[in-house]
T-cell receptor, first 114, second 116 residues
Framework: DAKTTQPPSMDCAEGRAANLPCNHSTISGNEYVYWYRQIHSQGPQYIIHGLKNNETNEMASLIITEDRKSSTLILPHATLRDTAVYYCIVRVSLPYNQGGKLIFGQGTELSVKP | DGGITQSPKYLFRKEGQNVTLSCEQNLNHDAMYWYRQDPGQGLRLIYYSQIVNDFQKGDIAEGYSVSREKKESFPLTVTSAQKNPTAFYLC???????????????FGSGTRLTVV
């Protein structure tokens, strides 16, 4: 089962910041939060990931609350090409110390409108 | 440029046939994964492999098989035992998937399998 909860859809005006929320109240101390996006019929595209601290790269910023139970992905200046399904994912541990796997939920369908 | 190549992009299978989906990466990644995506749904893990000659079942492995004879390749076979194989299949890889690894996961562009 997914360990994250996201709103099913959101709208954003072109040029404005898009703030996509995610709840992950059962996250464990060593589990990372990843964000991916998927445009219809394509493979998911990596955006950003983090553990405790806020992170920023050329695509987006990730704000993680101090208790780590929720996070927000920020696209600072949304464009029409940012229209996609955005997945907030917790990387959980595999059994027998075999590393980690990404658990996908339903995601948020972001529509950027002119 | 490095990346993951999945082929074919579209695949049609008759009832009772086995089919094999190809996944090749030139990123020198150790870990590889197969996911299945149904319409309007998130991705579900089928199989994963952390190193060559080793692989493990994911959450929905029934009716599927894999091999990992080379680091670069992780083919997925959809067998006739898979009762509902029509779906979008995605392959992914990461440099290392150790417990405290901090690497991104790269996905291929997917194979859409349809049973006819």
């Amino acid at each position: 089962d997914a360990k994250t909860t996201q709103p099913p859809s959101m709208d954003c005006a072109e040029g404005r910041a898009a703030n996509l929320p995610c709840n992950h109240s059962t996250i464990s101390g060593n589990e990372y939060v990843y964000w991916y996006r998927q445009i219809h019929s394509q493979g998911p595209q990596y955006i950003i990931h983090g553990l405790k601290n806020n992170e920023t790269n050329e695509m987006a910023s990730l704000i993680i609350t101090e208790d780590r139970k929720s996070s927000t992905l920020i696209l600072p200046h949304a464009t029409l090409r940012d229209t996609a399904v955005y997945y907030c994912i917790v990387r959980v541990s595999l059994p027998y110390n075999q590393g980690g796997k990404l658990i996908f939920g339903q995601g948020t369908e972001l529509s950027v409108k002119p | 440029d490095g990346g993951i190549t999945q082929s074919p992009k579209y695949l049609f299978r008759k009832e009772g046939q086995n089919v094999t989906l190809s996944c090749e990466q030139n990123l020198n990644h150790d870990a590889m994964y197969w996911y299945r995506q149904d319409p309007g749904q998130g991705l579900r893990l089928i199989y994963y492999s952390q190193i060559v000659n080793d692989f493990q079942k994911g959450d929905i492995a029934e009716g599927y098989s894999v091999s990992r004879e080379k680091k670069e390749s992780f083919p997925l076979t959809v067998t006739s035992a898979q009762k509902n194989p029509t779906a979008f299949y995605l392959c992914a890889s990461t440099l290392s998937s150790g417990l405290f690894a901090n690497y991104g996961y790269t996905f291929g562009s997917g194979t859409r399998l349809t049973v006819v």
